[in-house]
């Protein structure tokens, strides 16, 4: 099959499209055909190691120490078909159309893919894809769509709601917007100039240029601030909560940790840090909110998967809007 090998650490020159072996599903595992994938954020990470520096030592010996030897074809997310199942598989059958996330097990940068039925230790997840969008389209929900609905589903958003979303026209953002709208928040949008535009069309009452303008600083409250990527100012954040408020951080660094242990006691404003909410059964309450039209991917643009080394370098333009999607044909 066709796939796309991660070569080294560091530039996306380092990702190359190779004829490896299809691989054969065991007794518990699907095999899916991939119709489309996504460059990520995280790929984009992954593939040069910009991670964390603890979290990078585990994560050097678990892919590879030198250069990605163990696993050896990045890429998160997927759409499309099921061509086979393990005798031990009861939930799919050949011909379902599927989607989701491999976690650390990656591997979706290819034409073939092998998943157990149920969510791994890896933290991969799959289910049935919604119907009313393409495979283009379902591929760019997985990841965003479950750390969004897992995090505002432990807030318990309630109409009326300021919610105010750090790093909105993202992957994780973008989803979060549109399902505070749904929940019946008024929502702001903070993000950078140029997705201010997309951010007002999904949804967002309010938007605010986190280059020009400090949130923490406009005088006004919020009954819940999520940040999706771990940039918000700490302390200006709960000074702008209102009594009662939630701080709900999904990509807290270690700072963020210390500091959120360190503020909680005795203050009646709540923090929340990152949990994982990778099951079926948020995959399928995403199914379902995008089949009632409540929800929908933001799509940038399309590559092809031959050109999965450009696609990289225009996520890492900090210009993607919502998501980047990987075309395999
Ligand atoms: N996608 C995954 O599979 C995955 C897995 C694990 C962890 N994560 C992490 O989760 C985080 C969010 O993921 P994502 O996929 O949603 O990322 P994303 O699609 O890149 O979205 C992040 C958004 O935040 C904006 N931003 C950056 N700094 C900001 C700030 N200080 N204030 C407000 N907005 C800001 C970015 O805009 P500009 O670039 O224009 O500044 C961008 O639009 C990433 O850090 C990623 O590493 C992702």
Not at 112 to 139: D, F, H, Q, W
Not at 167 to 183: C, D, R
Not at 282 to 288: A, G, P, T, V
Request: net charge neutral.
């Amino acid at each position: 099959m066709k796939a796309i090998l991660w070569t080294k650490y560091g530039s996306p020159d380092g990702l190359q499209l190779n004829e490896v072996e299809e691989p054969t599903p065991n007794d518990n595992e699907v095999l899916i055909k991939i119709h489309a994938a996504t460059a990520s954020r995280a790929d984009t990470e992954f593939r040069r190691l910009k991670l964390p520096f603890l979290f990078s030592i585990p994560i050097r010996l678990y892919i590879g120490v030198i250069r990605p030897t163990r696993i050896k074809i990045l890429g998160t997310e997927f759409a499309g078909e099921i061509v086979a199942t393990g005798k031990e598989v009861t939930k799919y059958q050949t011909g379902d159309q599927v989607y989701g996330y491999t976690g650390l097990g990656m591997g979706t940068y290819a034409e073939y893919l092998c998943l157990p039925e149920e969510p791994s230790a890896l933290a991969s997840v799959m289910g049935k894809r919604p119907l009313n969008i393409t495979y283009e389209e379902a591929a760019a929900v997985p990841f965003g769509g479950l750390e969004a609905l897992h995090s505002l589903e432990r807030v318990n958003i309630q109409p009326g709601d300021k919610v105010l979303i750090v790093g909105a026209g993202g992957s994780i953002g973008t989803y979060s917007v549109q399902l505070a709208k749904h929940y019946g928040a008024e929502v702001t949008g903070v993000d950078s100039t140029g997705k201010l535009d997309m951010l007002r069309s999904i949804g967002a009452d309010h938007v605010t240029d986190y280059r020009r303008e400090d949130y923490t600083k406009n005088g006004q409250k919020y009954d819940v601030i999520m940040d999706t990527i771990g940039g918000s100012p700490f302390a200006g954040s709960i000074r702008s909560l209102n009594e009662n408020g939630t701080y709900l951080n999904v990509n807290p660094k270690m700072v963020h940790r210390l500091q959120m242990g360190w503020t909680s006691g005795g203050s009646n404003k709540k923090l929340l840090s990152w949990e994982a909410g990778y099951t079926t059964e948020n995959l399928s309450k995403l199914k379902e909110l995008i089949e009632a039209g409540a929800i929908k991917p933001v799509i940038d643009r399309t590559y092809p998967l031959e050109q999965i080394a450009e696609a990289h370098r225009y996520v890492e333009t900090d210009q993607k809007k919502g998501n980047v999607v990987i075309v395999i044909k």
